[in-house]
T-cell receptor, first 114, second 114 residues
Framework: AQSVTQLDSHVSVSEGTPVLLRCNYSSSYSPSLFWYVQHPNKGLQLLLKYTSAATLVKGINGFEAEFKKSETSFHLTKPSAHMSDAAEYFC????????????FGTGTRLTIIP | DGGITQSPKYLFRKEGQNVTLSCEQN?????MYWYRQDPGQGLRLIYYSQIVNDFQKGDIAEGYSVSREKKESFPLTVTSAQKNPTAFYLC?????????????FGDGTRLSIL
């Protein structure tokens, strides 16, 4: 069975400093991995996805994530935080050898300090 | 602009009442999904449909029903059998069901009990 763990429920960073949101996954095969962002009372927007191509994936709004199979991690980073980055972030895994449904992490709330 | 439209944005249910949440997409996607979001629990799959006139139960289907009579529409009914319906409901779609396919989300319906 597949699972995903977001290691921090809440992260606070100052504007202009780097962002790191941590995600570990468990999958029986080579998974597809996604990061989504959710602003208050809105749906989820895709930031980036990994599907067994390059291990460093670039997404929208300056975010990127690195797939590390040996560490079963897919951490999300951004070099410099902006106030508009304040939102909830979800790490998501899908196992092609399983039922192909998405499994969502419990989310990390990112707060940006002015 | 292509996208997913959910309505209403807010909905209130009385005891013993069934309510229906609307989801319409103009992305020409084959697959559609309904998720329930509760604080601190991420998203949980209620029902999904891979094609018109076909749908499958997700992880928490009890107390819910769906139909898929048209490709662009996938309404969700919250029945009186669902004893704890208060949540944020999200509809999503993808080109087809598959582990590498990103899902596109609507802006959600917030359901509360009167």
């Amino acid at each position: 069975a597949q699972s995903v763990t977001q290691l921090d429920s809440h992260v606070s960073v100052s504007e202009g400093t780097p962002v790191l949101l941590r995600c570990n996954y468990s999958s029986s095969y080579s998974p597809s991995l996604f990061w989504y962002v959710q602003h208050p009372n809105k749906g989820l927007q895709l930031l980036l996805k990994y599907t067994s191509a390059a291990t460093l994936v670039k997404g929208i709004n300056g975010f990127e994530a690195e797939f590390k199979k040996s560490e079963t991690s897919f951490h999300l980073t951004k070099p410099s935080a902006h106030m508009s980055d304040a939102a909830e972030y979800f790490c998501v895994v899908s196992d092609p050898e399983g039922n192909e449904k998405l499994t969502f992490g419990t989310g990390t709330r990112l707060t940006i300090i002015p | 602009d292509g996208g997913i439209t959910q309505s209403p944005k807010y909905l209130f249910r009385k005891e013993g009442q069934n309510v229906t949440l609307s989801c319409e997409q103009n992305l020409n996607h084959d697959a559609m999904y309904w998720y329930r979001q509760d604080p601190g629990q991420g998203l949980r799959l209620i029902y999904y449909s891979q094609i018109v006139n076909d749908f499958q139960k997700g992880d928490i289907a009890e107390g819910y029903s769906v139909s898929r009579e048209k490709k662009e529409s996938f309404p969700l009914t919250v029945t009186s059998a669902q004893k704890n319906p208060t949540a944020f409901y999200l509809c999503a779609s993808s080109i087809r069901q598959g582990s590498s396919q990103p899902q596109h989300f609507g802006d959600g319906t917030r359901l509360s009990i009167l």
